[in-house]
């Protein structure tokens, strides 16, 4: 379903495509519409088994030097693809498993490939810049792009998840997101990050799906009177973390 501009000779495209549509949602809202789910969507084995029934998610995003990726979101440009390091641990001493990610994105339509990598070949590629040899094609496509760009972290990005897939698995998946904060690194581990809260009082929801909505969704949907936004983690992280890339000399504090 998608043409795309940009060029991955190592993935399979196509194939894990989905439609992604996003809400910012007051909290009185979101505690209404977590019980109105409940007949047809049930928490993901992640929200059970995470204490509060809700996980964190910690994400570092490379770019160019000048935000080429921020840029391109802001501009509207629908054909684009953000690179991303993920954890779901904010203790580096636990050396937890890390997720190397590539999102491609055609307007509203998303391709997400991913996978993960043991922490010590984490920080074996921040020091060197290299996969292991034997790469998984998501690897060797995320160090070609990092060369061709000179991509760099520039972004961490913080929140809980709270995630729910429907009961008659016809590949609905919902999540609720809170806490979102953010700051300038170059690791996801920083040792003393000073985060920014975004979206106070607010919660951020994302509804992912393949086919037509179902009526009992869009009738919620309507129900709460929900509007879609452009609710990008990363460009509202690099706008309240780093205001010199958004602001003229002049007006930089």
């Not at 909290?27 to 049930?42: G, S």
């Not at 954890?87 to 490939?113: C, F, H, L, T, W």
């Not at 590949?171 to 920014?196: H, K, Y």
């Not at 990363?234 to 309240?240: G, L, Q």
Request: net charge positive.
């Amino acid at each position: 379903p998608m043409d795309h501009a940009l060029y991955f000779p190592n993935l399979d495209l196509d194939t894990d495509w989905r439609i992604e549509t996003k809400y910012r949602i007051p909290l009185r809202t979101y505690l209404a519409l977590r019980n109105a789910i409940t007949p047809y969507l049930a928490q993901d084995p992640y929200t059970q088994a995470a204490v509060g029934q809700h996980y964190l998610v910690r994400s570092l995003y490379y770019d160019t030097a000048d935000y080429r990726s921020y840029h391109e979101k802001v501009d509207g440009n629908c054909d684009r693809v953000k690179f991303r390091l993920r954890s779901y641990s904010d203790q580096a001493e636990a050396s937890p498993d890390i997720r190397v990610e590539m999102k491609v994105r055609k307007g509203n339509v998303m391709e997400k490939y991913g996978c993960f990598v043991p922490y010590p070949v984490y920080e074996a590629f921040t020091h060197s810049g290299h996969w292991p040899t034997d790469q998984e094609p998501v690897l060797i496509e995320f160090e070609r792009y990092q060369a061709l760009w000179r991509l760099v972290p520039k972004t961490l990005v913080q929140y809980r998840r709270e995630g729910y897939s429907d009961r008659a698995r016809e590949g609905i998946r919902l999540t609720f997101d809170q806490q979102v904060m953010s700051t300038a690194a170059n690791t996801l581990f920083p040792a003393a990050p000073f985060f920014r809260r975004q979206y106070e009082q607010q919660v951020v929801l994302e509804i992912k799906h393949r086919q037509q909505l179902p009526k009992w969704l869009e009738r919620l949907i309507k129900a709460y009177d929900l509007k879609v936004v452009a609710n990008s983690k990363y460009a509202m992280a690099v706008e309240t973390a780093q205001h010199d890339v958004i602001l003229p000399a002049w007006r930089q504090v």
